[in-house]
């Protein structure tokens, strides 16, 4: 088991290098689908302060047309018409904000869903080719083992083959020695 230790070790840090990308993938999903989100729920936000801007202007215009109409004697039924105009304008204005952010709100929602989905299918399918990786993965690892293990045995065997063949040098040797002696 010896020559397995360091192969064996390999496919762990192998597996385990699969499974920290795996995990970083899907902390990548999660963690895109959390701004999505995070920017869906900020577009009530968005839409109330471009509002307000908007409210401001036509309130800021309509100090305007009070000054006017105070300080410029006889303006009164012109400033009224342009007041009209500019009610009617930012009317307008606010009814077609309301429907850009509705259609928005729509619009991102149902890319959020269709996000939400398609990261689950990819998760999933994901998930599934990596359980088959690391099956396969696992496999490979156990015939490696295997084949190590033998390779170790075989070496093994040579090695007694071998301190055999040395002691039957060595009495070959001996046996010359005494005899040359004799």
Known sequence: ??????ITTAFEVQRATIEQSQRAVEQSVEFQKSVNEAFFDSLDTQESAQRRTVELSQT?????????????????ATVTEMRSAVDEQFD???ENHAEAFD????EYEEGLDAYDEMSADYL???????????????ELESQSVEAAEQWGDQVEDIQEQVEEL??????VQEQAAEAVEA
């Open 92 to 94: 307008y204005l606010l």
């Open 1 to 6: 088991m010896e020559y397995a230790t360091p």
């Open 103 to 106: 259609e928005l709100t729509v």
């Open 166 to 171: 040395q002691e039957q040098v060595q009495d």
């Open 60 to 76: 800021a215009i309509h100090s305007y047309l009070d000054a006017v109409e105070s300080t410029v004697p006889g303006a009164d």
């Open 124 to 138: 999933e399918a994901l998930d599934e080719q990596l359980d088959l990786l690391v099956e396969a993965h696992e």
